[in-house]
Each structure stands twice: as structure tokens, then as C-alpha cells.
């Protein structure tokens, strides 16, 4: 099982302990219902953001919701939230000082023409 079908599988569980519907959870998340079938199938990768609106929904902390998933090496899940699962282990202190390292690389990059 990689990642994206654990946490669908979290989703699902936690939806159905707090008795809510999928459309229930996605009109308090302020998803789309069709998406909230798509992620607990797992065939779709969620962002942090959408992780953080239904963790908020299900009230239930973004670190007890991810604890334990430690299948992380499939390439088609997100960097973001491979991130997110190396740093959240982390001090919130040494947080804040990954934080400032890598906006400080994103600053240094060049422009794209669009900006």
C-alpha cells in the first residue's frame, strides 16, 4: 500500500467514527464530494491544505492523522507531503529553522518570465 491509498484509508476511518457522509465531510471541508470518494479510493494525492481542511473537519490533529505512514518511497506521492512527514517529527524550533533554509533557497531562485 503506498501512501495516497493509507491515507484514504485514514479518511474513510475517521469520517465514518465521526458518522459523517462524504458529502457531509466534503461540505464542511469545502471539497467536492466526488473528490473525498476519489481520495478515500486513492486515486487522488492530497495537498497539506487539503490534509489540514479535513483533519479540521474530523477534529483530529494533522500529526495523529499521519503518525505511523512511513510508505513514502512510491514516486507518484507528492514531495510536499513527503516533507511534511520528515519535518513534523522535528522540534518545533528546528521546524521554523527547515522553514527559513528553504524559503531562503526558493527566494534565490531565478524569476520565471511570468512573475
Known amino acids: 500500500m ?4 493509507e491515507i484514504g484509508n485514514r479518511v474513510r476511518f475517521y469520517r465514518k467514527e465521526k458518522n459523517l457522509s462524504q458529502e ?3 461540505l464542511q471541508s469545502d471539497l467536492h464530494p466526488s473528490y473525498i470518494g476519489q481520495l478515500e479510493r486513492g486515486v ?3 495537498s497539506v491544505n487539503t490534509i489540514y481542511k479535513i483533519t479540521k473537519t474530523l477534529d483530529i490533529s494533522m500529526s495523529d492523522f499521519m ?3 512511513e510508505t513514502i518511497d512510491t514516486a507518484e506521492d507528492s514531495y510536499a507531503m513527503k516533507s511534511y512527514l520528515l519535518i513534523e517529527q522535528e522540534t518545533a524550533h528546528d521546524q521554523r529553522a527547515i522553514f527559513e533554509i528553504v524559503e531562503k533557497i526558493l527566494s534565490m531562485r531565478p524569476k520565471k518570465p511570468n512573475q
Do not use: D, R, S, V
Open 24 to 26: 457531509e465531510l466534503a
Open 44 to 46: 487522488k494525492t492530497p
Open 67 to 69: 503518525k505511523n505512514i
Open 2 to 5: 503506498n501512501i495516497t491509498e
